[in-house]
């Protein structure tokens, strides 16, 4: 018969089924955080085969080149459409933000197709693999680290907002060295929010986890990783991608 009264049997089911409710969380945290990373990856594909086709049909020169007011639709849309995930996405079904989510990736492309029509093909091809390496490395950093990134990514937010008026104001200065710094400034701002967007994105496993909320955080998780993603890319090849002669 087993000894009931022996405290090293207690102590022995309460390991068990804390390491039974461990295995449990840490396979959701897996899958959760696979979720996120593929519809991010996904989105990622969506957008470059939307803006390299846009482009390869001629369509993208002919729309931005040649003015008219579809260029600001395209080129505005996808700001309607962060706008609208990220106000609304307290009151959206899953499947709303999911369709919201593809439908930004859609038009990020058609907006994105101008680089084709401003660097060669094997210049985007070089900052697509050189964002892709930082973006998996610092990814991990974030998801493996023990330090916590709130501070950094408070200070990276103001750096953020910095960089945003200090493009509006070169759009209008035009100024080569100012330039070169916001491109610069840009790649380690973003650099920095791929590792914070990582370690927040875990953090927030624990919180919404089994909830209705779970299926909603993946998705708005997915696009602070794309939009990561995406403006390292595009500073990158800024700094190093060249004009197409």
């Not at 396979?27 to 959760?32: C, H, T, V």
């Not at 593809?102 to 680089?115: E, F, H, N, P, Q």
């Not at 900052?127 to 916590?148: P, V």
Request: overall charge neutral.
């Amino acid at each position: 018969m087993a000894n009931w009264s022996d405290p090293r049997s207690a102590a022995a089911g309460y390991s068990a089924g804390a390491d039974a409710r461990g295995a449990a969380y840490d396979a959701g945290l897996r899958s959760y955080m696979l979720s996120v990373y593929n519809y991010m990856a996904s989105a990622v594909l969506l957008t470059g085969v939307i803006a390299l086709g846009f482009a390869a049909s001629g369509l993208a020169a002919q729309v931005f080149l040649g003015g008219g007011i579809l260029k600001w639709i395209i080129t505005l849309a996808p700001l309607g459409f962060v706008f609208a995930m990220s106000f609304g996405q307290a009151r959206m079904s899953t499947g709303t933000l999911q369709a919201l989510f593809w439908g930004y990736a859609v038009a990020m492309g058609l907006s994105l197709s101008t680089i084709f029509l401003r660097y060669s093909e094997i210049a985007i091809a070089q900052a697509f693999f050189a964002t892709s390496a930082g973006f998996a490395g610092l990814s991990l950093y974030g998801y493996t680290t023990k330090r916590n990134l709130s501070a950094m990514g408070a200070f990276l937010i103001v750096g953020l907002i910095g960089l945003i008026v200090a493009s509006l104001i070169n759009v209008f200065v035009q100024s080569g060295p100012l330039d070169l710094v916001i491109s610069l400034v840009g790649v380690l701002i973003f650099a920095g929010l791929t590792a914070y967007d990582t370690q927040r994105t875990k953090a927030l496993y624990a919180e919404v986890a089994g909830t209705e909320w779970e299926g909603r955080t993946v998705i708005m998780s997915a696009l602070n990783l794309y939009l990561d993603f995406i403006n390292m890319f595009l500073f990158i090849l800024r700094l190093f991608g060249g004009n197409r002669e």
